[in-house]
């Protein structure tokens, strides 16, 4: 038997209804490597509520992480 396919739509609509209270922010972080003295970045990608305020989240994060 052969497997259902979604269209499109389908899948736009699932994605959509999935992130609807989400906002998703790139956090892009700088640090000097102490023995070469080069710069690294490193990113991450942060999930932010609808209902919060965007900078006081980042910060949390941020703070939690290091």
Do not use: C, W, Y
Not at 21 to 44: E, L, M, N, W
């Amino acid at each position: 038997m052969a497997k259902g396919q979604r269209s499109f739509a389908d899948k736009a609509r699932k994605h959509a209804e999935r992130r609807e209270g989400t906002q998703h922010v790139r956090v892009i972080k700088s640090v000097r490597d102490p023995d070469t003295g080069a710069v690294r970045f490193s990113d991450r990608v942060v999930a932010v509520p609808s209902d919060a305020n965007m900078d006081e989240h980042l910060n949390k994060v941020l703070e939690e992480k290091d």
